[in-house]
């Protein structure tokens, strides 16, 4: 199958700006050869910033922080010695490895393959695309399995429909990323988010409180609104784009479920329930060993933190359990042969991986992600919109989409960029709690178009799968389309909350009382 664009789709301005975005991203080198160079561009600019003196301010700390060159005696022998720590560090290598370990184990004995084919002809076609970009979102509650799990899923479910795999992937990577601060229940972003504003706002107030739902009407309601535009762009814009699948991976035939295929999915069903029952023992009842004596919430529970285990666990247990009745698995041989071979299909991301890992600790070791920030914040500060609420919030969206692009991990933005936000913007009247959502705006829809953030080879590695071409500029070209309309219709909705004035969350106020 060809990545070129020209597939049937209609020669629109916006279909023609991103086939020039696509071709110019694919006339890059291979990705694993662009971060290589990235990362030594990163080291000769750390160079000569740091001897032209570039610094600022942190406003945390209020501490100087300068370029560091990594070209220094001290930088070189930094990059020596931590190149294999840098790999082993990549947050997203072990997270994926050790979830397509178990995951691998259910595609390899049959069990997704049934599984697509019992939900595919069983659900109404017109429904899959919103449950796709809607199970995306609400997938964020569970910090990084979606990406590991729904978005491989969801390029397999729309292949079993005889629909281009990238289709699915595109929808659940919108769902996934660029919907990444939407969802109708409070997750451990938000608890972590609320602590940052918090402290930021002790600033001009040490008795100010903002807790975990601080967001929680607006994010409610954003869950639907991706949800809609996610849909929309995914059918009239990346359906017509992609055109007809004609690649060589071969799909699951929707035929009726073998009586095997029923025996393995009774025995699948039959190991997950109890499992699923362990698990809600473990950490609902009193004193369960899921939970945490210190901290009994369920957001703070075993469950929530190794969620990776469970996936892993959910994976392997009901796939070895299909195997055996479906009759796809002998031994512990083809146990141990299904996850040799999902680690072969893991081969290209794992050399990805490498040299990704170096470019962004590079890149953070620079500190240029965070002069980035600081001058940018600076800047918007000096807009002179002090008393104009709708364009200074759209300003702090912008700029948080902007830098989103330099540093993907919400907490570390929002570590850096409170100090100087939340007390800035308190003192002009504003409510924490609505600058933390602008922020939350502009950090999520960016996301899914920066190869900066961390799960983006990995990504890449899924659409590999059915066309070993794709390259970033496909990837990109496919996602932007719901970059640009998740920021024009999130921050739309963030304009008319504002002006009727309705609170972001349980007493969470848009602005602070006189």
């Known amino acids: 199958m060809s990545s070129a664009p020209a597939r049937s789709a209609p020669a629109s301005p916006l279909q023609r700006f991103l086939n020039i975005v696509e071709r110019a991203g694919n006339a890059l080198p291979h990705p694993a050869t662009l971060f290589a160079a990235l990362a030594i561009l990163v080291v000769l600019l750390s160079w000569a910033l740091a001897r032209l003196g570039v610094q600022v301010i942190n406003p945390g700390s209020g501490k100087v922080v300068a370029v560091?060159?990594?070209?220094?005696?001290?930088?070189?022998?930094?990059?020596?010695?931590?190149?294999?720590?840098?790999?082993?560090?990549?947050?997203?290598?072990?997270?994926?490895?050790?979830?397509?370990?178990?995951?691998?184990?259910?595609?390899?004995?049959?069990?997704?393959?049934?599984?697509?084919?019992?939900?595919?002809?069983?659900?109404?076609?017109?429904?899959?695309?919103?449950?796709?970009v809607f199970a995306g979102v609400m997938s964020n509650a569970g910090s990084e399995v979606g990406y590991v799990l729904l978005i491989p899923l969801a390029a397999a479910l729309y292949h079993t429909l005889g629909r281009h795999p990238l289709l699915g992937l595109?929808?659940?990577?919108?769902?996934?990323?660029?919907?990444?601060?939407?969802?109708?229940?409070?997750?451990?972003?938000?608890?972590?988010?609320?602590?940052?504003?918090?402290?930021?706002?002790?600033i001009m107030d040490p008795a100010y409180t903002v807790d975990a739902f601080a967001n929680w009407y607006f994010m409610g309601a954003s869950t639907f609104l991706i949800t809609a535009v996610g849909t929309w762009v995914t059918e009239k814009i990346v359906a017509p784009r992609l055109g007809d699948y004609r690649g060589e991976t071969k799909r699951e035939?929707?035929?009726?479920?073998?009586?095997?295929?029923?025996?393995?999915?009774?025995?699948a069903g039959?190991?997950?329930?109890?499992?699923?029952l362990l698990v809600l023992w473990g950490t609902l009842a009193p004193g369960g060993f899921l939970t945490d004596p210190e901290n009994p919430s369920f957001l703070e529970s075993y469950f929530i933190r190794g969620l990776i285990f469970f996936i892993f666990v959910f994976g392997l247990l009901p796939g070895i359990a299909y195997g055996a009745a479906a009759g796809t698995i002998k031994n512990d041989h083809d146990v141990m042969g299904g996850m040799t071979a999902t680690m072969k299909s893991m081969a290209s991301f794992i050399v990805l991986a490498f040299f990704a890992a170096q470019f962004i600790f590079y890149f953070n070791w620079t500190n240029l992600g965070i002069i980035t920030a600081v001058s940018g914040a600076e800047f918007i500060q000096h807009l002179g919109l002090e008393?104009?609420?709708?364009?200074?919030?759209?300003a702090l969206v912008l700029f948080a989409a902007a830098v989103n692009l330099l540093i993907s991990s919400a907490s570390a933005k929002w570590a850096l960029l409170a100090p100087v936000f939340v007390p800035m913007f308190m003192l002009l009247g504003y409510s924490p709690e609505l600058v933390q959502?602008?922020?939350?705006?502009?950090?999520?829809?960016?996301?899914?178009?920066?190869p900066l953030m961390s799960y983006f080879p990995l990504i890449l590695t899924f659409a590999h799968k059915y066309d070993?071409?794709?390259?970033?500029?496909?990837?990109?070209?496919?996602?932007?389309?719901?970059?640009?309309?998740?920021?024009?219709?999130?921050?739309?909705?963030?304009?008319?909350?504002?002006?009727?004035?309705?609170?972001?969350?349980?007493?969470?106020?848009?602005?602070?009382?006189?």
């Open 387 to 394: 008393h104009m609420p709708l364009p200074l919030m759209l």
């Open 270 to 276: 039959s190991v997950t329930l109890g499992l699923t």
């Open 170 to 202: 595109a929808a659940a990577f919108a769902g996934v990323s660029g919907g990444y601060s939407a969802n109708l229940v409070v997750g451990s972003v938000d608890v972590l988010l609320a602590g940052l504003s918090e402290a930021a706002a002790h």
């Open 468 to 514: 070993p071409r794709t390259g970033i500029g496909t990837l990109i070209a496919t996602m932007l389309p719901y970059s640009i309309f998740f920021l024009i219709s999130w921050t739309v909705l963030l304009m008319a909350w504002i002006a009727l004035g309705i609170p972001m969350g349980p007493g969470a106020p848009l602005f602070l009382a006189k």
């Open 253 to 267: 035939e929707l035929t009726p479920l073998s009586s095997a295929e029923k025996r393995g999915l009774w025995a």
């Open 68 to 132: 560091v060159n990594l070209l220094s005696a001290e930088g070189i022998q930094r990059m020596i010695l931590e190149l294999p720590r840098n790999f082993l560090a990549y947050p997203p290598l072990g997270i994926s490895l050790t979830c397509m370990l178990g995951i691998g184990i259910a595609e390899y004995t049959g069990l997704m393959g049934a599984m697509l084919r019992l939900f595919v002809l069983n659900s109404p076609a017109r429904l899959i695309t919103p449950m796709v």
């Open 437 to 450: 959502g602008a922020f939350r705006v502009g950090d999520s829809v960016t996301n899914i178009i920066t």
